[in-house]
C-alpha cells in the first residue's frame, strides 16, 4: 500500500488526470485531422498519458483486493493461497509501473538501432556475435518489436564480423536495450578447438535511438559522401549486376575537443538503392543524435560525480557458460539460467539495470 502511495506521488496522478482531459479536449476540434501528422502527435500524446493512468488505476486496483483479501482472510472466508496469488499480482503490477517509471527520458519509448561487432580471436568471437544477435531477436519477438537487419557481414568461417539491426514497432525500445551498451564477454569450451580448451571471446553491442521525423538532426552536406558498391550474398543474378548497396562517409566534428572522425554507414538492406540511400541518413541521424545525447550524459554524470559512474564502453557482462552463471559486472544481478537467456529472457538484467541507473529528477522534470 505505501509503495502505491509512493507511486501516485511520483506520477503525478492527479496532475495527469488533469492534463489527460485537457489534451483529449484538443482531439475534439472541428479542424484537428486537417494537419495529419500534427494529429497523430496529439493522439500519441494522449496514449501515453493514458498509459500511466490505466497502469496506476490497475495498481491501485490490485493493492485494494490484496487489502480486501486480507481482511477476509482474518475473518477466514478466504484461503492464505489465495492471499499470495493476490499478493504476487499486486507485486508484479507495482515493480512494472516502477520500471516505467524509470524510463523517462526522451529517448526511451523511441525504436532503436543495434550494432554488433565481434572482437578479436576470429571464428570463436565471431560465434560469439552471431549468437549473441540471436539473442537480442528473441528478445525482440517475445517484446512484440519487428528487427530489420540493415547490414551484416558473415563471419570468415562461422558466425558473424557484424550486423546493423533496427528494432523497431513495440513499446521503449531503447528505453530497455540501452542496457545492453558496452562489451559482452564469453567463457566456454570452444567447439572449434580440438583440444577442447576454454576460450574467452568478447563482442561488442551499440544501442542508439532510431531518429524519425519529429526529431530534429542537423546533417552538415558538406561533410558527406556516398559510394555504391554491388550487394554480396544471396539473391540471384540482380544482386551482382546492380549497384543497390551504399556506403554513406559523414565527417563528424566533435563538439567538444574540435577532433574530426570519420562516421561509415554501409546499408544492403533493399534492391533499390534509393531506399537504401534513405535509410543510411536515417541511421547517421540516429548516431549523431545518439552522440548529442551522449554529451549530455557525461555533463549530467559530472555533475553527480558522487554517484556510481556508468561506463559505456566497458566489459558490462560475462556468461560462464561452464559455470551455468551469467553475470552482470555493474549491478551485481546474476541467473544460472544459461540457456534461457541465450534465447532472449534479459528481462532480469534490464530491470536491474535500469533500477540501478534511473534518471535524476531534474531530467525527470
Known amino acids: ?45 494522449v496514449k501515453a498519458i493514458e498509459k500511466w493512468l490505466n497502469g496506476y488505476k490497475e495498481v491501485r486496483q490490485c493493492a485494494d483486493e490484496l487489502q480486501l483479501a486480507f481482511d477476509f482472510y ?69 517484446h512484440g518489436h519487428k528487427v530489420t537487419i540493415s547490414d551484416l557481414q558473415e563471419g570468415d568461417e562461422a558466425g558473424i564480423k557484424s550486423v546493423t539491426m533496427e528494432i523497431e514497432g513495440g513499446e521503449y525500445a531503447y528505453g530497455f536495450l540501452k542496457s545492453e551498451n558496452g562489451v559482452h564477454r564469453l567463457v566456454r569450451v570452444s567447439p572449434f578447438n580440438a583440444q577442447g580448451k576454454r576460450m574467452t571471446s568478447f563482442a561488442s553491442v551499440f544501442v542508439s535511438p532510431l531518429v524519425d521525423d519529429t526529431i530534429e538532426v542537423y ?37 567538444d575537443t574540435g577532433e574530426e572522425e570519420e562516421i561509415l554507414i554501409e546499408n544492403t538492406e533493399t ?26 550524459l557525461e555533463a549530467q554524470a559530472k555533475i553527480e560525480a558522487g554517484k556510481k559512474k556508468i561506463e559505456w564502453g566497458s566489459q558490462i557482462r560475462s556468461y560462464v557458460f561452464d559455470d551455468r552463471r551469467v553475470k552482470d ?37
Not at 558527406?224 to 556506403?247: I, Y
Not at 544481478?333 to 535524476?360: C, H, R, S, W
Open 271 to 296: 534492391r533499390d538503392q534509393p531506399k537504401n540511400r534513405a535509410k543510411a541518413l536515417l541511421l547517421l541521424k540516429s548516431q549523431l543524435y545518439d552522440r548529442a545525447m551522449k554529451k549530455r
Open 74 to 142: 482474518k475473518d477466514e472466508m478466504v484461503t492464505e493461497e489465495e492471499v499470495d496469488a493476490d499478493y504476487a499480482k499486486a507485486v508484479k503490477a507495482i515493480e512494472d509501473l516502477e520500471l516505467m517509471n524509470m524510463l523517462r527520458q526522451k529517448e526511451d519509448p523511441m525504436d532503436c538501432v543495434m550494432k554488433i561487432n565481434s572482437g578479436a580471436g576470429g571464428t570463436e568471437s565471431q560465434d560469439w556475435a552471431q549468437m549473441l544477435m540471436r539473442m537480442y531477436m528473441r528478445w525482440a519477438e517475445a
Open 219 to 255: 546533417v552538415d552536406p558538406a561533410k558527406l559522401s556516398w559510394d555504391t558498391f554491388r550487394s554480396s550474398g544471396a539473391g540471384g543474378q540482380n544482386v551482382n549486376k546492380v549497384e543497390s548497396g551504399v556506403r554513406l562517409r559523414y565527417w563528424y566534428t566533435d563538439p
Open 329 to 365: 559486472h555493474r549491478t551485481n544481478y546474476q541467473t544460472t539460467d544459461v540457456d534461457g537467456v541465450m534465447d532472449g529472457k534479459i528481462d532480469g538484467f534490464i530491470k536491474a539495470y535500469l533500477m540501478e541507473f534511473p534518471v535524476n529528477d531534474d531530467e525527470q522534470q
Open 1 to 45: 500500500m505505501e509503495r502505491t502511495d509512493a507511486l501516485h506521488h511520483y506520477l503525478n496522478i492527479d496532475q495527469k488526470k488533469v492534463e489527460f482531459e485537457e489534451e483529449q479536449l484538443r482531439t475534439q476540434a472541428p479542424d484537428f485531422w486537417d494537419d495529419v501528422d500534427r494529429a497523430q502527435e496529439q493522439m500519441k500524446k
